[in-house]
């Protein structure tokens, strides 16, 4: 089915510890994002990339780096783990950066103890 | 940056009934969406809708931009529209800003 595939969908990790967290879209979108999830808060702009070759910080950037591999792929990295960041990370893209056909992936639930 | 409110934060209602979600946003935009989340997390668009309005089945949506306002409407509705419904907002950048969200629970 086409869509934004996402991988791992729980992943528990020591503080420290580092881990990619894995998105790839078959839709040909341009333009991909990360998001966390946090209670109470909305969905937060972690970081994005326009179209292939480009990454940009969003609301939340710290602590995270991101690689566009190619058109299809999106990965976020954790280098050194920490508490605050156990959250639920959503994946997305779009067609453009104007949100026409935002779609988001099923999420990856991160639990940081 | 853009600030986002949504009201009411929780709504229950009983099958069948009609509902209005608000959307506030601080300043002029060019992207307005809304969303919904269902129980098991999965996040669905719903409209892009940055002026006007749209109609899709028992959902419809209304942006006034100038008032900086949006609406979404949800008629008969059913046990299935429960969930989160997230408002988002951006102008002219990549970025969008989402609300907390209206939690709406539809009981039988």
């Known amino acids: 089915n086409a869509g934004v595939t996402q991988t791992p969908k729980f992943q528990v990790l020591k503080t420290g510890q580092s881990m990619t967290l894995q998105c790839a879209q078959d839709?040909?979108?341009?333009?991909m994002y990360w998001y966390r999830q946090d209670p109470g808060m909305g969905l937060r702009l972690i970081y994005y990339?326009?179209?292939?070759?480009?990454?940009d910080k969003g609301e939340v950037p710290n602590g995270y780096n991101v690689s566009r591999l190619n058109k299809r792929e999106f990965s976020l990295r954790l280098e050194s783990a920490a508490p605050s960041q156990t959250s639920v990370y959503f994946c997305?893209?779009?067609?453009?950066?104007?949100?026409?056909?935002?779609?988001f992936g099923s999420g990856t639930r991160l639990t940081v103890v | 940056g853009i600030q986002v409110e949504q009201s009411p934060p929780d709504l229950i209602l009983q099958e069948g009934a009609n509902s209005t979600l608000r959307c506030n946003f601080s300043?002029?935009?060019?992207?307005l969406q809304w969303f919904h989340q269902n129980p098991w997390g999965q996040l669905i668009n719903l409209f892009y809708?940055?002026?006007g309005t749209k109609q899709n089945g028992r959902l419809s949506a209304t942006t006034v931009a100038t008032e900086r306002y949006s609406l979404l409407y949800i008629s008969s509705s059913q046990t299935t529209d429960s969930g989160v419904y997230f408002c988002?907002?951006?102008?002219?950048?990549?970025?969008?800003?989402f609300g907390k969200g209206t939690k709406l629970s539809v009981i039988p």
């Open positions: 988002a907002a951006g102008a002219g950048s990549y970025q969008l800003t």
């Open positions: 839709m040909n979108h341009n333009s």
């Open positions: 809708i940055p002026s």
């Open positions: 300043d002029s935009v060019n992207n």
């Open positions: 997305a893209s779009s067609v453009s950066g104007m949100g026409y056909g935002y779609t």
């Open positions: 990339s326009a179209s292939e070759g480009t990454t």
